[in-house]
């Protein structure tokens, strides 16, 4: 493909994906988050029980369809390839502490986006501590920063999540009286679109995110480094089709759809400072990890463990953040969560000094990362 064409479809795909996330909102999901990986990832943990919030329980469909879709488009591209074994538990780590980042700031980089479409000021703060967590990140880059490489893994290791997640859908609509569901009207996880809409977006947006390679963090990532600007670009398009269609909704219905504002956002808060750190801490770490949140999910249906692991850090990290106290609401941030942010902060720059500067990496065993 060429790279004018390459362009292209990133910026179409971007376009469709921005008008989904916006729909998605005007058929049940919560303002301004038609699609955000953290808030899904959390509220998926809730309904497994790994927190008790029951404002977030639900089973997201989106996450759901986001791997398999994934899954399914590597099949037919013949992209698919198990594989994995690069550093798990420096990246289990890293994961963690993204989502301890993301839910500070109470979004990943894709509701960030989606936060700015809608109006919310607030989001441009935590995307300006995304861009500096990036270029944090950029310089251990520069200097050799390595997880050391993968390898090939057997092809029903790669498969087990996609299986996963189809076990997910059957416990979804089952309802089993073990899973946790929050009730109508208790918070954001009793507020969704239908499963069946839900599902077909997420496989949508799985099946363009992986035939393009979208990624937040690859895409500011790829512009400090090689002035590279097609996967920004993606991005971009995600947010001009968002806002128009908020607009459009805004216009059309009685809902609010755009409020271009400071104070009174859904689902967030006007602490700067921690709006600020908390995405920087998200950027940092998921520069390290080599992909944002959403580019995770789409390795993992792609048969990459190492994503798998870095999902299940960032399940986990969100279990721990309700549970202990760490997760901002729309009050602002709790005093937990501050020291939670500083000492992700130290941690992440930690891994980053030790697998810069503290070792040397054989020629043999350099890492074949992702860098897309």
């Not at 498969?159 to 208790?186: D, R």
Request: hydrophobic share 50%; with cysteine; glycine share 12%.
């Amino acid at each position: 493909m060429t790279q004018k064409r390459e362009k292209l479809w990133i910026i179409l795909a971007g376009l469709g994906i921005g008008i989904l996330a916006s729909l998605l909102v005007f058929w049940g999901n919560p303002t301004n988050m038609g699609f955000c990986i953290a808030c899904f990832l959390r509220d998926t943990s809730g309904a497994l029980g790994l927190h008790r919030a029951g404002a977030v329980q639900y089973i997201r469909p989106e996450i759901i369809g986001l791997v398999l879709g994934s899954f399914l488009m590597a099949l037919v591209k013949k992209e698919y390839q198990a594989k994995g074994g690069s550093s798990p538990i420096t990246r289990f780590v890293l994961a963690f502490f993204a989502m301890v980042g993301c839910l500070m700031f109470l979004g990943c980089p894709f509701r960030m986006i989606l936060r700015i479409a809608g109006g919310d000021l607030n989001a441009l703060l935590g995307l300006a501590g995304f861009a500096c967590g990036i270029l944090v990140g950029v310089f251990f880059l520069n200097r050799g920063y390595s997880l050391k490489r993968t390898y090939k893994l057997p092809v029903l290791e790669g498969s087990l999540y996609p299986g996963i997640q189809v076990a997910f859908l059957i416990l979804l609509v089952a309802a089993p009286g073990f899973i946790f569901f929050t009730e109508a009207g208790a918070g954001p996880g009793a507020k969704h679109a239908a499963i069946a809409v839900s599902l077909l977006a997420g496989l949508i947006v799985g099946a363009l995110a992986q035939r393009t390679r979208l990624c937040m963090v690859g895409g500011i990532r790829d512009m400090l480094l090689f002035r590279e600007s097609k996967l920004l670009l993606g991005f971009l398009a995600i947010l001009v089709s968002a806002l128009l269609t908020n607009l459009v909704l805004d216009a059309s219905t009685e809902a609010v759809f755009f409020k271009l504002s400071f104070e009174g956002q859904a689902i967030a808060h006007t602490d700067w400072l921690w709006n600020f750190l908390g995405m920087l801490l998200a950027g940092f770490a998921c520069v390290l990890l080599g992909g944002c949140p959403l580019r995770q999910l789409v390795l993992s249906g792609e048969g990459n463990t190492d994503s798998v692991v870095t999902v299940l850090g960032l399940m986990i990290g969100a279990a721990f953040s309700h549970n202990f106290g760490l997760a901002s609401s729309g009050e602002g941030p709790t005093g937990n969560g501050k020291i939670a942010v500083v000492i992700g902060i130290v941690v992440v720059t930690v891994i980053a000094i030790v697998n810069t500067f503290h070792r040397e990496v054989p020629k043999e065993d350099k890492t074949l990362e992702e860098r897309s």
